[in-house]
T-cell receptor
Framework: AQKITQTQPGMFVQEKEAVTLDCTYDTSDPSYGLFWYKQPSSGEMIFLIYQGSYDQQNATEGRYSLNFQKARKSANLVISASQLGDSAMYFCAMREGSRNYGQNFVFGPGTRLSVLP | NAGVMQNPRHLVRRRGQEARLRCSPMKGHSHVYWYRQLPEEGLKFMVYLQKENIIDESGMPKERFSAEFPKEGPSILRIQQVVRGDSAAYFC??????????????FGPGTRLTVL
């Protein structure tokens, strides 16, 4: 079974509008971390935002916010006021386990976001 | 403070040759991870190393692939007798000594391997 699911292979959004990128995850570990990364066409991986499983509030970083619904095991990324430079691949990732510090990340397949002028 | 360095950025090899990819973690980081990204796919974990130790190599192919992180110098991912299916982007990430479960991994720019 896939640990991280991103059901939207591609998304379009008009410049200046908000967009939500979906991510659902699967884990039985009570302690885990959820991350979003952006990969522009140049190829580098850029960290965007983090949400811990015990965090009471949804994470926010500038125009990025994470809609964390723990019971539904979803961690959707919301980008407000989209800009042309937001066009990129977006990956959701999870790290499991408070006992397994340093464990690797599991990545989803990604969503390609295209911002239209 | 320089980020994670990877070299070369692009590597072309013919089938049967060896590919050697290097990764220098961020200063102060003692944990290194290698990931592989096939075209149009997400990153797949390969191996996690600390200095002179392989901690988790569950994502490494059983043959032809090896990794090391010596006491001095960069981490090396070595692919022997490369085949066309090895063509991919290989990313290295590093993190500080992990004391909490929300430690971010910092990614390098990747090495794009093309096997002819």
């Amino acid at each position: 079974a896939q640990k991280i699911t991103q059901t939207q292979p591609g998304m379009f959004v008009q410049e200046k509008e908000a967009v939500t990128l979906d991510c659902t995850y699967d884990t039985s570990d009570p302690s885990y971390g959820l991350f979003w990364y952006k990969q522009p066409s140049s190829g580098e991986m850029i960290f965007l935002i983090y949400q811990g499983s015990y965090d009471q509030q949804n994470a926010t970083e500038g125009r990025y916010s994470l809609n964390f619904q723990k019971a539904r095991k979803s961690a959707n990324l919301v980008i407000s006021a989209s800009q042309l430079g937001d066009s990129a691949m977006y990956f959701c990732a999870m790290r499991e386990g408070s006992r397994n510090y340093g464990q690797n990340f599991v990545f989803g397949p990604g969503t390609r976001l295209s911002v239209l002028p | 403070n320089a980020g994670v360095m990877q070299n070369p950025r692009h590597l072309v090899r013919r089938r049967g040759q060896e590919a050697r990819l290097r990764c220098s973690p961020m200063k102060g980081h003692s944990h290194v991870y290698w990931y592989r990204q096939l075209p149009e796919e997400g990153l797949k974990f390969m191996v996690y190393l600390q200095k002179e130790n392989i901690i988790d190599e569950s994502g490494m192919p059983k043959e032809r692939f090896s990794a090391e992180f010596p006491k001095e110098g960069p981490s090396i991912l070595r692919i022997q007798q490369v085949v066309r299916g090895d063509s991919a982007a290989y990313f290295c990430a590093s993190s500080p000594p992990v004391t909490r479960d929300n430690n971010e991994q910092f990614f390098g720019p990747g090495t794009r391997l093309t096997v002819l």
